[in-house]
């Protein structure tokens, strides 16, 4: 599909009606490359409405740059979007938010944050443009799995009474193991009585940032790695701070860094860019109420699943939920096991095999009393002994670097 043709339909007013501003025009060269890519030949390339009512804007989008491809999860796609209205390149996020009462929208909470903001405690987050749910979208697995959960109890309550009434009459063992492997399946679907089964409910939601950022692997040195981290940090401690506002999602995709040009200039008289770290994605964030009298938190888990991304989850989080929800210090957790997974990953160290040691410390899990799933045995005693050990029990050691980290080149 061509790009005159999926626009064709667009309201020509809207199309005149232009939101000029006096920003810099000058565009990053590496937003320029990635939305060129996304206009392949072979791709559709679509109009897409974002936020509700006056506030509606519309975008053109090709392929996506990023596109979850597992099959659970929130089916998140990213794409490099130009908004009709400005004629400037954005960021639209398009995917599902779990739907639970007292979860807001995203752009609600970022909403919260930039009006925080001040000179004294600046809000590292993404700038949006629009945002909203898309027209009642909503996932009805929800529906279809209490369908199925309660014609599974109706069989196995059928097949109890089965067997209640011919136990006396058969005696034959091959028909007594029929009975109870047709018992032990209809359990299995469901029909042991289990009131406390939830499902997720997700809606469809698409939001729209002004900035197209840069993703971690970017990180040309251990100082850029450090200050970017730190800049998300203090993000995440202004958010608490001034409004009891926890991520709930602190994990190596959340993180991103933000060029833009600087206002000083270097000994040949250019602008310089600066990177600045971004903490992104608060779909899952959660406001903590205040304490009581006696200094204890009155907080419950809202989502009966865990919340967050499994390789990055604290380990006592991973170990107390659902009793125990997310806390600052789990989140503190999570920002440090974020540092060493780009730092094993983009600096100079002691591991051999890096893709072993990623797998084993931040993918792999143990069992406990045969049900229920541990972070990996390198995580725990990590964070019990203090120190991170490769593959034959040596201590980990990064090489810092601690020459002046290259300037992103001002390609723009």
């Given at each position: 599909?061509?790009?005159?043709a ?23 060269k590496y ?12 791709w ?14 519309i ?15 929130r089916?998140?796609r990213?794409?490099?979007a130009?908004?009709v ?10 995917c ?5 009462e ?5 752009g ?12 004294d405690?600046?809000m ?15 996932t ?5 799995a ?9 069989e ?6 089965t ?89 190596a995709?959340?993180v ?26 608060w ?17 419950t888990?809202?989502q009966?699943?865990r ?18 929800p997310?806390?600052?210090a789990?989140?503190?957790e ?22 072993f ?7 792999s899990?143990t ?25 034959g ?17 001002t390609?723009?």
């Amino acid at each position: 599909m061509k790009a005159a043709a999926a626009v064709s339909h667009i309201d020509e007013s809207y199309l005149d009606d232009l939101e000029l501003t006096d920003e810099d025009p000058r565009v990053f060269k590496y937003v320029r490359k990635q939305f060129r890519e996304s206009l392949k030949d072979d791709w559709p390339r679509y109009k897409i409405e974002v936020g509700e009512g006056q506030e509606k804007r519309i975008f053109l989008v090709g392929k996506p740059v990023w596109t979850a491809f597992w099959l659970f999860g929130r089916g998140t796609r990213g794409y490099v979007a130009l908004d009709v209205k400005t004629r400037r390149f954005a960021f639209l996020k398009d995917c599902w938010r779990p739907f639970y009462e007292g979860v807001a929208q995203e752009g609600q909470y970022l909403d919260m944050l930039n009006q925080a903001a001040d000179d004294d405690s600046p809000m590292g987050v993404p700038t949006v443009i629009a945002h909203g749910d898309v027209a009642a979208q909503v996932t009805k697995s929800v529906q279809y799995a209490k369908k199925w959960i309660a014609e599974a109890k109706k069989e196995f309550h059928a097949l109890r009474e089965t067997d209640r009434s011919t136990a006396s009459a058969s005696g034959s063992r091959s028909d007594k193991r029929d009975r109870d492997t047709a018992l032990d399946s209809a359990k299995e679907t469901g029909g042991d009585g289990d009131e406390q089964t939830e499902h997720r409910v997700y809606v469809h939601y698409r939001i729209a940032f002004k900035d197209v950022c840069l993703p971690f692997t970017a990180i040309r040195s251990s100082r850029q790695l450090v200050r970017c981290l730190y800049h998300c940090i203090s993000t995440h401690s202004a958010a608490y701070e001034k409004l009891r506002l926890l991520h709930r999602d602190i994990s190596a995709g959340n993180v991103i860094i933000l060029p833009a040009l600087s206002s000083e200039v270097d000994e040949k008289g250019k602008k310089t860019v600066t990177w600045v770290g971004i903490l992104t994605d608060w779909e899952l964030a959660k406001v903590v109420p205040e304490p009581d009298m006696s200094g204890k938190l009155k907080e419950t888990p809202r989502q009966p699943e865990r919340t967050g991304t499994w390789q990055f989850m604290s380990v006592e989080y991973i170990r107390n939920h659902p009793r125990q929800p997310v806390s600052v210090a789990d989140e503190l957790e999570s920002f440090f096991h974020v540092l060493l997974f780009y730092a094993v990953r983009l600096l100079r160290h002691n591991i051999q095999d890096v893709r072993f040691f990623v797998s084993e410390y931040f993918d792999s899990f143990t069992v406990v009393d045969g049900v229920r799933r541990d972070c990996s045995t390198a995580k725990a005693t990590a964070m019990q002994s203090g120190v991170v050990r490769r593959a034959g029990g040596q201590s980990l050691s990064l090489y810092i670097s601690t020459a002046r980290a290259r300037r992103l080149p001002t390609h723009i």
